[in-house]
């Protein structure tokens, strides 16, 4: 005999505080899980999931793929009858779910809440602060210039150990943490079940092909720009992570301290990769804009990513045209400002939405593995 449902009514609350304040209304008419194109007729979502939150039957959400094989592109909440918004709801749960998974869970739940903003940038503005106190800058030590006597960051705070250490420690400590969070979330998903390690292989790599293209989001209706936004997001890191990869084998191995030319490759890149990065995220910003009545605005959590990664690729622009122009103090501000906002975005990762990239890619290897994406191929093969 089936255990009886025990509802959570604890649970279902801490989904309306995280921004599913509208789950309530939702009458299980179905409509979302028919109008959602990325839900297999076999597992459909989400109705169930709806269900599933106003019961707060937290494991019976957390171990589900579907809240993070859900693209959030708003389909369902445009289409709701209720005004239910179904596409925030689940966005709610991925919220809680990052916190459940991403340890410290204190550091998702500060990333979560408005009230801890300063307090998560404060950290890197003292730590760079501290550097810039350590170099004497405060107390009257002039600034190196460059071999022609031009601005120069790498004469500013030289890479090693003022930019390395601390990004390093920022990289490891996300690095770590999403480790953690992947194997717990893993073992929810996968528990009781066998899978074969030889498979796991082959969906992490059809996976990859499916972030690469942008398959899944291609599939939303209601929101179409969102592909082509998020497409420029997801290049123009990729660019970035190029750009900062040569750019370390050119401190390192070729013992060549930036500036480095307009034209060497490395500024291309970065440079072309930059405004990608904005565009895309202004982009992004302007489809939420359009199809706020309809499809809801984003929570606050939404929003801190946005204005995080617009911060990295607008004061980076600055600190280059601030260089270039020589103006000194305030190209050095402007250069410290993009750090911190680097820094944020990199240590908070597996705290904030960034997040949803690891989990997403987690729960789309387990659906290929677990075959639960088959319905969906033989309804696009017909
Ligand atoms: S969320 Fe809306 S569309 Fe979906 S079942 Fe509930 S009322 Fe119907
Ligand atoms: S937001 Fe889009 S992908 Fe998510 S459940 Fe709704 S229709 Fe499906």
Sequence with gaps: ??????????????????????????????????????????????????LYAQWGLKEKLFKNPDIWLCHHCGDCTAYCPRGAKPGEVLGAVRKLMIQNYSPPSFLAKWVADPKYLLLLFLFPVLLFLGELYLLGYFTGTEIPRGEHGELAYSKFLPAVPWIDVPFMAAAGFAVICFYLGVKKYWLDLTSGMELKRKDIYNCIYETIKDILLHKKFQLCTFNKGRTTAHLLVLYAFIGLAITTSLAMFYEWVLKWESPYPQTNIVKIIGNVSGIALIIGM??????????????????????????????????????????????????YASYVTHLVFVFVLFTYAPHSKMAHMVYRATAMVFAKAAMREEAIKKEEAA
């Design 282 to 331: 202004l982009y992004i910003i302007a489809n939420r804009s359009k199809n706020a009545i309809k499809q809801g605005i984003g929570s606050y959590f939404d929003w801190l990513l946005i204005t995080i990664i617009l911060g990295v690729g607008i004061t980076g622009f600055m600190a280059e045209l601030l260089r270039l122009a020589d103006t000194g103090t305030l190209a």
């Design 1 to 50: 005999m089936d255990k009886p449902v025990k509802p959570d009514l604890q649970f279902a609350k801490e989904i309306i505080k995280a921004g599913g304040e509208s789950l309530k209304k939702c009458y299980q008419c179905s409509t979302c899980t028919v109008v959602c194109n990325l839900s297999p007729d076999d597992k459909p979502f989400p109705r169930k999931e709806m």
